[in-house]
């Protein structure tokens, strides 16, 4: 009788470190509303902290969503009417590399600026003037960058131009590819490859008669700007691609939306197309994806914005996919009015940290939305 009294109080102890042993491995959720302009990007820090940008401002949240601090880099720099705040990433040493295009007097820039952990920009460089650019892509290396510039050069053919770049800022190689596609231009979206030496660009169907046409072309370079291969897809009714991905997997995925859903596809790395699939009801109104992220091997998660009855307001839209792009989960967050997601960002504990932007009313400006959610996409 004396060893059963105890079965009580051990069964009690048990129950007490199983309850403690679920909340350690149950991640935080939580969102934010921040006073700064419409959240574009974010990124995980190596202290798990997140750094979310506008167009033209950056803050550093806690792993709880606090803000540690938050800056205008114009404050702090000199020379520029404006900036635009295209890419972040944090350096090996922890500094963080800030890039994009600025106003100078009547030109346009590309800069890049080197900022400490705690927001001082520590330098600034010129690296690229052109007034036609049509965006960037950033690869950091531990001892500089490429950047990959699509530039329009008027009624002849489109250039990637490709820059090396020291972390000073001092250019030590300066590439450009012609498109030699007469009826294609640049349309602004271009990746560098990670696992291999290259690059991805994006093209579109020139107008020739003042009507909108959206064919597109997707074509891979090699690390020498020769063309290795072309796609051929979308077609001549709307649709718009916004984030271009590499995958594990060698593939590559594409994100957007066509004729008001939402619009994902995966291209092999041959180049041939292994599935494009479109998502959301016939109902009337827009779906789009803004931005795309490999969560695991082969996986997918998506955001964007998604207008479900074309009324006029907009839910942030959360999407995962499996590797054939069938719908694992979708979940939509907001209120009335307008809310939607821009970068999406998955942590080494299985959530997504996204950043976007939302408000309550149409007459109040858009601020700062971020949020933490589980990994099925729920608070």
């Known amino acids: ?27 935080d959720t939580w969102q934010k509303v921040l006073d700064l302009n419409t959240g574009n990007g974010i990124i995980q820090n190596q202290e798990g902290d997140f750094l979310v940008h506008s167009f033209n401002e ?19 720099i000199t020379g520029y009417g404006g900036i635009s705040i295209s890419e ?33 920009v520590q330098s600034q460089s010129n690296i690229f003037q052109n007034d036609n650019h049509r965006g960037l892509d950033m ?20 250039s990637l131009v490709v820059l090396e770049v020291a972390v000073d800022g001092t250019v030590k190689n300066e590439k450009s590819y012609i498109s030699n596609l007469s009826d294609y231009a640049i349309s602004g979206l271009t990746l560098i490859l990670e696992n291999q030496d290259g690059y991805l660009v994006e093209l579109l169907l020139k107008e020739t008669n003042g009507d909108e046409v959206t064919n597109r072309k997707l074509i891979k370079l090699d690390a020498n700007l020769n063309q290795e291969w072309s796609i051929d897809y979308g077609g001549a009714v709307f649709n718009e691609i916004r984030d271009i991905i590499e995958l594990e997997d060698g593939g590559y995925l594409l994100a957007g939306t066509f004729q008001g859903k939402g619009w994902a596809l995966k291209i092999r790395d041959s180049g041939s197309l292994e599935w494009n699939k ?11 994806f803004f931005d795309a ?30 590797s054939e792009g069938n719908v694992n989960w979708e979940v939509k967050h ?38 933490k959610l589980n990994e099925e996409g729920l608070f």
Not at 58 to 76: E, F, M, T, Y
Not at 295 to 310: A, K
Not at 343 to 365: L, M
Request: overall charge negative; charged content about 20%.
């Open 334 to 371: 907001g209120d009335q009015f307008y809310n939607f997601g821009r970068a999406v960002e998955y942590t080494g504990e299985k959530n997504y940290v996204i950043t976007g932007g939302t408000h309550s009313s149409f007459n109040e400006p858009t601020s700062m939305w971020v949020l």
């Open 1 to 27: 009788m004396g060893t059963y009294r105890y079965i009580p109080a051990l069964i009690l102890l048990s129950i007490i470190l199983l309850s403690c042993d679920r909340g350690d491995n149950v991640p």
């Open 293 to 322: 992220e490999e969560s695991e091997m082969g996986r997918i998660v998506l955001t964007g914005s998604n207008n479900v009855d074309g009324g006029g307001y907009d839910d942030l839209w959360l999407m995962h996919l499996d």
């Open 278 to 288: 479109k998502y959301g009801s016939d109902d009337p109104g827009k779906r789009f």
């Open 139 to 158: 690869s950091v290396s531990g001892d500089g960058f490429t950047f990959a510039v699509p530039v329009g050069q008027g009624d002849s053919n489109d």
């Open 88 to 120: 972040i990433a944090q350096l090996e040493n922890g500094d963080y590399a800030v890039t994009g295009f600025a106003s100078e007097g009547a030109s346009s820039v590309l800069y890049l600026l080197i900022m400490d952990g705690n927001g001082v």
């Open 58 to 76: 950056i803050a550093r949240l806690d792993k709880n969503g606090s803000v540690i601090w938050s800056i205008d880099p114009l404050d702090q």
